[in-house]
């Protein structure tokens, strides 16, 4: 299969690539573009080349079916030699992403051109690699080595009019992007060309700016990035051949690493997440406008998210004072994404007018889905849910955002029960990533689908969890917080478990995490269970609330805290509280430590699985990532435990 087809405009040749869905760039890819060069320079009647692509993006990085496997020739290095070292000059025209290789490709053209909405990136750090191609070493020269640092070892791509201004694009062009990269070939041969991009000079950085560039990639908890960092460093001093062998020589290191192989996982995972194979071809039910039952900090944020997806929300609360809070809560979020400069005051503006509030449920006669976000007790939500019966549509989805209770016990007696699904927002919910979707045996698929198509509109990460006390996240949550006081009453000090799972890549510990979200949530929810007659163990957690350790809010909970100042302190009051029921003086090394908790997490998810609540390990993984926190780049506790 031809994957290039040339097409002569003049003198000009337009060398189209087309290997569908994203143009990635395999062996089949690599050989062709190697091979396309000697032909047209072969060719005494063309004069330049413009390489574009079809389809909905231009090569946007490796084929991922490739991924693990060994390097095969030609490599991809050589491809954009190549493609440099040709006697006609080529020229990239970009649309959608360039990403990766497919960026390393266009810098080895002589120059590139890219419409208004494209996007250029260097994500490999993502994937715990370094870019293997020139990343590394021709950036720094085609842009300097300030922004050749940030591209490279953040991961995160630039828009066209940023690359532009950065020196990574020739040129933003408008209208048809063949034709005007056509024209802006054709207007450069009457000119000087400039220099290839290896044989540009690169500017010399003091040490100072080092020391705060490893600082700041440092950050990011795994070593791809100062890996990155460091191979820029050793291209500014180096020439350009010995330059790219390091760079190749830490690539394939890096691409061997246990890192690399839990970033590859969740991405895999990431990827497959959001279009579950079982839903392939049931078309989810519409949702452009929305109600929200509550407008406290969950309902809130769901409102947000919502509206920031372009829907129509209508916010429902108790009363008309409660309304306005509601409201304002809304209004805040978006005032801080007017403070951050992610969207302008008349973005807010426009987002606020698609937002109105009521505390008349009969307003909810049209919408297409409701999501009640009301607080988590079962008579307040099966109340919410006898009125949304009895104004709804028929066919209007209906949704509970509870976070423990059964939602089967919550629809009871609700009319059309195939319409209700549970949908968990983790907060706040117009950050966080993670959707649980749960659905109950009444849901319909069509439902089960449109509540995966709700989670890709929102851009969140959404993983089905079937119906147990906590579902799958706060399961597991509730083991590992159980697992950290066992080694508590065990004799190892609170500080060093928390310190344990910071080193392991947590942002933070077990306790720090109680504190700063509040002992009382999950003391109330174990307490509402004891009230309902079930049998549930006092932890210590209980001990200290009772005490009135509530966390960070009573300045004390498993730590203490100055007036005005987030640090944990260790407590003697805590000693004091706790010293009768702990019963050893275990000293265990923090990676121990870590692997017990983590070990814990994943026996959890393995009894989740057993039980059928969770439809595989990665879908544990994920939601362990981008609900709790769990680094990334040690994959998930599941693939952290089968891969030790």
Same mark, same amino acid.
């Given at each position: 299969m031809t994957l290039l087809t040339v097409r002569r405009d003049g003198e000009i040749a337009v060398v189209t690539l087309d290997n569908p869905p994203v143009n990635a760039i395999s062996e089949a890819v690599r050989k062709e573009l190697f091979e396309m060069v000697g032909q047209i320079d072969a060719d005494p009647g063309l004069r330049a080349a413009v390489l574009i692509c079809a389809g909905r993006t231009f090569l946007a990085g490796a084929d991922v079916r490739e991924?693990?496997?060994?390097?095969?020739?030609?490599?991809?290095?050589?491809?954009? @030699?190549? +493609?440099e070292a040709a006697e006609k000059p080529w020229v990239a025209a970009i649309h959608g992403a360039a990403l990766g290789g497919g960026f390393e490709i266009a810098m080895g053209c002589r120059f590139r051109v890219a419409v208004e909405s494209a996007r250029v990136g260097l994500p490999e750090v993502t994937l715990g690699v370094i870019p293997g191609a020139s990343g590394t070493v021709r950036t720094p020269r085609l842009a300097g080595v300030e922004a050749a640092v940030e591209l490279v070892t953040s991961g995160r791509p630039l828009s066209a009019a940023k690359a532009q201004k950065a020196g990574l694009l020739d040129a933003v062009v408008s209208g048809d992007l063949e034709s005007g990269a056509v024209a802006f070939a054709r207007k450069a041969l009457g000119a000087d060309l400039p220099m290839p991009v290896s044989k540009r000079p690169l500017e010399q950085m003091p040490e100072e700016f080092w020391q705060g560039a490893r600082k700041t990639a440092s950050k990011a908890g795994h070593q791809a990035p100062l890996r990155a960092l460091d191979s820029i460093c050793f291209a500014t001093?180096?020439?350009?051949?010995?330059?790219m062998a390091h760079e190749r020589e830490t690539f394939l290191d890096l691409r061997g690493s246990d890192e690399a192989a839990a970033l590859r996982h969740v991405f895999f995972a990431e990827r497959a997440a959001p279009k579950p194979a079982a839903l392939k071809g049931i078309e989810p039910r519409p949702f452009k406008s929305v109600g929200v039952i509550g407008g406290g900090t969950m309902g809130a944020g769901i409102a947000g998210a919502c509206r920031e997806a372009g829907m129509e929300i209508i916010l429902i609360e108790r009363d008309a004072e409660a309304v306005a809070r509601g409201l304002d809560n809304v209004g805040k979020i978006f005032d801080g994404a007017v403070k951050r400069g992610k969207i302008s005051e008349e973005g807010r503006a426009e987002r606020m007018a698609g937002v109105r509030g009521s505390s008349d449920y009969a307003e909810l006669a049209q919408v297409d889905l409701v999501i009640e976000a009301v607080f988590e007790e079962i008579g307040v939500k099966r109340a919410v849910f006898a009125e949304l019966g009895r104004v709804c549509r028929s066919d209007a989805l209906l949704a509970t955002n509870t976070s423990y209770l059964d939602p089967r016990a919550i629809a009871e007696g609700l009319p059309n029960p195939e319409r209700f699904i549970g949908l968990h927002f983790f907060s706040p919910a117009h950050i966080m990533k993670l959707l649980e979707i749960v659905p109950t045996p009444d849901t319909a698929p069509d439902v089960l689908a449109t509540g995966f198509a709700l989670g890709r509109a929102l851009n969140k990460m959404p993983v089905q969890a079937g119906i147990c006390e906590g579902f799958i996240g706060n399961r597991i949550l509730k083991r590992y917080r159980a697992e950290a006081?066992? =080694?508590?009453?065990?004799?190892?000090? +609170?500080?060093?478990?928390?310190?344990?799972?910071?080193?392991?890549?947590?942002?933070?510990?077990?306790?720090?995490?109680? @504190? &700063?979200?509040? =002992?009382?949530?999950?003391?109330l929810q174990r307490e509402g269970a004891r009230a309902a007659g079930r049998e549930v163990a006092e932890t210590l957690g209980d001990v200290l609330v009772r005490a009135g350790r509530k966390g960070q809010k009573t300045a004390g909970g498993w730590y203490d805290y100055a007036e005005g100042d987030r640090t944990p302190q260790p407590s003697a009051a805590v000693s004091e509280l &706790?010293?009768?029921? +702990?019963?050893?003086?275990?000293?265990?090394?923090?990676?121990? +430590?870590?692997?017990?908790?983590?070990?814990?997490?994943?026996a959890e998810g393995q009894a989740i699985l057993d039980e059928g609540i969770a439809q595989a390990p990665q879908d544990i993984d994920l939601v362990e990532v981008h609900g709790y926190g769990f680094p990334r780049w040690k994959g998930g506790p599941m693939f952290a435990v089968a891969a030790s």
């Open positions: 991924f693990g496997k060994p390097p095969v020739e030609p490599h991809l290095p050589d491809v954009v @030699d190549r +493609i001093e180096h020439g350009f051949s010995e330059a006081e066992g =080694l508590v009453l065990q004799g190892v000090a +609170i500080s060093e478990i928390d310190a344990a799972m910071r080193d392991y890549g947590f942002r933070m510990g077990p306790f720090e995490a109680q @504190d &700063l979200g509040g =002992l009382d949530i999950a003391f &706790l010293g009768e029921r +702990i019963s050893g003086s275990l000293d265990l090394p923090r990676s121990e +430590i870590a692997e017990r908790l983590v070990g814990a997490m994943a």
